[in-house]
């Protein structure tokens, strides 16, 4: 079955603590995205990876990390996470840029 | 800064009747456009995907792209109440930009 896997799908961690949400995807997808959702304010896209090892900045950048060492899997890091990262995380991917993209199921973060 | 626009809602509708879900965009230069469509809690699901001039219909959902008025609309035809739902604006040019989403309510 084709999908996105996102792991974990729910986390309750405290400040300053390394985290590590996984994303995997079986479809052979060139392009990934990274997006956090909050009330009101929609999608926002976090980092995207256009291919292996090419990666860029979305809209709100600060305090995440990714890397693409290969092309199934797109981790998303928070080195020291604080409160206001709390929030729904998707993992995406697609063929291309252009083209629709598929949705993991959501990783819901609090950060106490 | 490039810009997607949609009402935010709720937009209420009639079961039975035709939703109407429009998306204004600031990048005239945008080749791709989507909409999807979110339940609380839940990922986007994709509905519709168009990418030139004119209407694309599939069945209930017509999407409707005017790149000289730099608009696309959804329309929904006999609503249903599982049609309820966030519905996502998505225009791609470069990047993907996202509009923050119309509530639609479909009323029994």
């Known amino acids: 079955e084709a999908q996105v896997t996102q792991n974990p799908r729910y986390l309750i961690t405290v400040t300053g603590k390394k985290l590590t949400v996984t994303c995997s995807q079986n479809?052979?997808?060139?392009?990934m995205s990274w997006y956090r959702q909050d009330p009101g304010l929609g999608l926002r896209q976090i980092y995207y990876s256009m291919n292996v090892e090419v990666t860029d900045k979305g809209d709100v950048p600060e305090g995440y990390k990714v890397s693409r060492k290969e092309k199934r899997n797109f981790p998303l890091i928070l080195e020291s996470p604080s409160p206001n990262q709390t929030s729904l995380y998707f993992c995406a991917s697609s063929l291309s840029g252009n083209q629709p993209q598929h949705f993991g199921d959501g990783t819901r973060l609090s950060i106490l | 800064q490039k810009e997607v626009e949609q009402n935010s809602g709720p937009l209420s509708v009639p079961e039975g009747a035709i939703a109407s879900l429009n998306c204004t965009y600031s990048?005239?230069?945008?080749?791709?456009f989507f909409w999807y469509r979110q339940y609380s809690g839940k990922s986007p699901e994709l509905i519709m995907s168009i990418y030139s001039n004119g209407d694309k219909e599939d069945g209930r959902f017509t999407a409707q792209l005017n790149k000289a008025s730099q608009y696309v609309s959804l329309l929904i035809r006999d609503s249903q109440p599982s049609d309820s739902a966030t519905y996502l604006c998505a225009v791609f040019n470069y990047q993907l930009i996202w509009g923050a989403g119309t509530k639609l309510i479909i009323k029994p």
């Open positions: 479809m052979n997808h060139e392009y």
């Open positions: 990048d005239r230069g945008s080749q791709s």
